[in-house]
């Protein structure tokens, strides 16, 4: 059975760093097009970062420069690498994976079968 489970969240105030971890179970998350995703109280789920199986990345806009999406295929983990944190990057982050190849950016929540349950990140000003 196909499980992702994030950590690392927490409370930081603006300008810190977090990583958030996702450890996957159940296959090989070198094969899969996996991303970060994040929803804050009453906006729709966005697409934050995506890696593709050939180690392409991509990033919305808001967070380029700032974080950073990588994989360690030996440990089966995908990360996400948070600097320079803002205010508005509070949300709940989910981790996400689909077993094909990404689908354009790869930040469409449509395009994932497998999700996480989520973990916190609140931002301070």
């Known amino acids: 059975q196909v499980q992702l489970v994030e950590s690392g969240g927490g409370s930081v105030q603006a300008g810190g760093s977090l990583r958030l971890s996702c450890a996957a179970f159940?296959?090989?998350?070198?094969?899969?097009?996996m991303g970060w995703f994040r929803q804050a109280p009453g906006k729709e789920r966005e697409g934050v970062a995506s890696?593709?199986?050939?180690?392409?990345?991509r990033y919305a806009d808001s967070v380029k420069g700032r974080f950073t999406i990588s994989k360690d295929n030996a440990k089966n983990t995908l990360y996400l690498q948070m600097n320079s944190l803002k205010p508005e990057d509070t949300a709940m982050y989910y981790c996400?994976?689909?077993?094909?190849?990404?689908?354009?950016?790869?930040?469409?929540?449509?395009?994932?079968?497998?999700w996480g349950r989520g973990t916190q990140v609140t931002v301070s000003s």
């Open positions: 159940g296959y090989i998350s070198r094969n899969y097009c």
């Open positions: 996400a994976a689909q077993p094909v190849q990404c689908l354009a950016t790869g930040l469409s929540q449509y395009e994932y079968n497998d």
């Open positions: 890696i593709n199986r050939d180690g392409t990345t």
